[in-house]
């Protein structure tokens, strides 16, 4: 198993709160992604990283920011928590040829917004 | 964006039984992924297919990649409990280095 620890691994929340969850990785792997996983929705890319500090969105970015310092650590940020954001949110990891990006994924954090 | 379907939606078997499930798209992938998810845990990576044709066997798992690489089905052979779980596909096109991710099929298989 790929070396990818989030946190917390559950967290309940009020609206209008700020969130940061966290994803770290021991395997040194240059790109990383973070995705929630909602029913009927399945997993929805929110940003993803290429590298320290560069980063990009993907198809549900509002509300959400991320940063990567260093290789080992992405945060992701809710700014302010709303009910719609209550959902379990995955970290992924991948250091794969162009074309076949295989990526290994933590076990999920799960986001309750009161 | 590109889409993957996945079929059925939903699956409830019998162990010891055979079934298979599918994975559509109008895009052509570079490369595809199979991978499982059990309840509170991440997706795992089963197998990855590159060339159209492929054909890949993880113990009763058989993977295959569509010709035109549009398509993908896995069939499991004789069905266990322990191969209860979601699977999913995922796509990527071209040096894209992001994923598109099919809804999955949720497979129950009864003892």
């Known amino acids: 198993d790929a070396g990818i620890t989030q946190s917390p691994r559950h967290k309940v929340t009020e609206t209008g709160t700020p969130v940061t969850l966290r994803c770290h990785q021991t395997e040194n792997h240059r790109y990383m992604y973070w995705y929630r996983q909602d029913p009927g929705h399945g997993l929805r890319l929110i940003h993803y990283?290429?590298?320290?500090?560069?980063?990009d969105k993907g198809e549900v970015s509002d509300g959400y920011s991320v940063s990567r310092s260093k290789t080992e650590d992405f945060l992701l940020t809710l700014e302010s928590a709303t009910s719609s954001q209550t959902s379990v949110y995955f970290c992924a990891i991948s250091e794969s040829p162009a074309g076949v990006h295989e990526q290994y994924f933590g076990p999920g954090t799960r986001l309750t917004v009161t | 964006t590109q889409l993957l379907e996945q079929s059925p939606q939903f699956l409830s078997i019998q162990e010891g039984e055979n079934l298979t499930v599918y994975c559509n798209s109008s895009?052509?992938?570079?490369?595809l992924q199979w991978y499982r998810q059990e309840p509170g845990e991440g997706p795992v990576l089963l197998v990855t297919v590159v060339t159209g044709g492929e054909v890949k066997k993880l113990k009763r798992l058989t993977f295959q990649f569509g010709d035109a690489r549009k398509d993908s089905s896995l069939h499991i052979t004789a069905a266990q409990p322990g191969d209860t779980g979601l699977y999913l596909c995922?796509?990527?096109?071209?040096?894209?280095?992001?994923?598109?991710f099919g809804k999955g099929t949720l497979l129950t298989v009864n003892p």
């Open positions: 995922a796509g990527a096109v071209g040096s894209n280095y992001k994923l598109t």
């Open positions: 895009s052509v992938f570079s490369s």
């Open positions: 990283s290429y590298g320290v500090k560069d980063t």
